[in-house]
């Protein structure tokens, strides 16, 4: 049986399945992969690279670097505005994390699987509450784009607007 962790953000929803083996996430295993990648590259996994790594794989990703630099303040973590904002950009620029542009606010970061696993958002234009979600169906529908044009899709973004449920109500 799969098991899904729910993770919740201010304005954000997110769920990932928890490996029924071992109990583990996948962010788990995301964290041990970015910091065994680092190292392979050459790479000090400093205190500051080694608190945002921790820090997004418990998390699942889904941030904005804002928010990785204020909770890692929260958990007195000695890691300055800068470091996150260059510690994000290298671990994107190594394939580990892919910035994604979401509506009128700042990027997220989203873990990169290794499996290739991954969601897209639907963002309510009311107050800004974020929802990550899978649909097989949407991926056979990008694959079956690309053979109609005949482009290799190397990735895709998707993003969904609407109005959630509690704007809905009023």
Known sequence: MRRILII???ATIRTMPVDDQDGTTPGSAWTSRALAELTA???????????VIELLG???????ADDVAARLRLQD????????????????????????A??????????????GEHHH????????????????SLERAV???SDQTSFLIEAHDITLHGICEDCQAG
């Open 121 to 136: 958002h639907i963002v309510c234009d009311g107050c800004g509450r974020t929802v990550a979600f899978s649909d097989p």
């Open 77 to 100: 973590k000695r890691a300055g505005t800068a470091s996150v904002y260059r510690a994000l950009a290298l671990l994107s620029e190594l394939g580990l994390l892919h910035k994604v």
């Open 8 to 10: 919740v953000f201010p």
């Open 41 to 51: 590259r050459g790479y000090r996994a400093g205190e500051a690279r080694t608190a």
């Open 58 to 64: 418990a998390e699942g990703g889904c941030l904005e």
């Open 143 to 145: 694959h079956a784009i």
């Open 102 to 115: 979401l509506a009128d606010g700042p990027a997220r970061f989203e873990l990169v699987l290794p499996d």
